[in-house]
């Protein structure tokens, strides 16, 4: 596709389970990055990926976050033992071109997830 | 420990006027700045950046403001557009490394008919 998509688009779970985001980033970008939005805030960095690799996992909140991402392309979110905090939206983004954000970074529409 | 901040949550502006968007930074590492324009349940659209090597980047009815003594940037809207009615996020980077970006908390402008 031409854009950053991801899946679910809604995810509703109950507290304790484990849930998986899905990004599908604009074919060809090796850079990938994963941010959250909870309500009433601004985005917060999660994760970024260079390829297959993650060399900064700095804003992952705890240990129940994890992500990993296969061939150059889509890349998966889990949350273990999902909690009420974890409730945001999720969303992914790759900058247009080899170069990082000095090339701009192209959003997808995110997974809203509630946490009951 | 907030590093970008808008500091006002709404602004509304008459149809044809200037609407104007603050936002002030503490990292004074960061040298690359990014205004993202958002709707709901749409993911952030980028709008202008400008690198801290400039004081002002123009795109059409958007200009963007850096003053780097200050740790401040602004966006201008001339003139404004009920279009341009979403939410508007600062963000902020450094250059090298991940170049994660560093967001404010967003700020709802509304453009009246």
């Known amino acids: 596709g031409a854009g950053v998509s991801q899946s679910p688009s809604n995810k509703v779970t109950e507290k304790g389970k484990d849930v998986e985001l899905r990004c599908d980033p604009i074919?060809?970008?090796?850079?990938l990055y994963w941010y959250r939005q909870r309500l009433g805030q601004g985005l917060e960095f999660l994760i970024y990926?260079?390829?297959?690799?993650?060399?900064?996992k700095s804003g992952l909140p705890s240990d129940r976050f994890s992500a990993e991402r296969t061939g150059e392309s889509v890349s998966t979110l889990t949350i273990q033992r999902t909690q009420q905090e974890d409730s945001a939206v999720y969303l992914c983004?790759?900058?247009?071109?080899?170069?990082?954000?000095?090339?701009?970074?192209?959003f997808g529409p995110g997974t809203r997830l509630t946490v009951l | 420990d907030q590093q970008v901040k808008q500091n006002s949550p709404s602004l509304s502006v008459q149809e044809g006027r200037i609407s104007i968007l603050n936002c002030d930074y503490t990292?004074?590492?960061?040298?690359?700045f990014l205004w993202y324009k958002k709707y709901p349940a749409e993911g952030p659209t980028f709008l202008i950046s400008?690198?801290?090597?400039?004081d002002k980047n123009e795109d059409g009815r958007f200009t963007v403001f850096l003053n780097k003594s200050a740790k401040h940037l602004s966006l201008h809207i001339v003139p404004s557009q009920p279009g341009d009615s979403a939410v508007y996020f600062c963000a902020a980077t450094t250059q090298g490394g991940s170049e994660k970006l560093v967001f404010g908390k967003g700020m709802k402008l509304t453009v009246n008919p």
């Open positions: 990926f260079q390829g297959n690799s993650a060399p900064d």
């Open positions: 400008i690198s801290s090597i400039k």
């Open positions: 983004a790759s900058p247009k071109g080899l170069a990082l954000s000095t090339d701009t970074q192209y």
């Open positions: 074919s060809g970008h090796t850079a």
């Open positions: 990292n004074s590492m960061f040298d690359y």
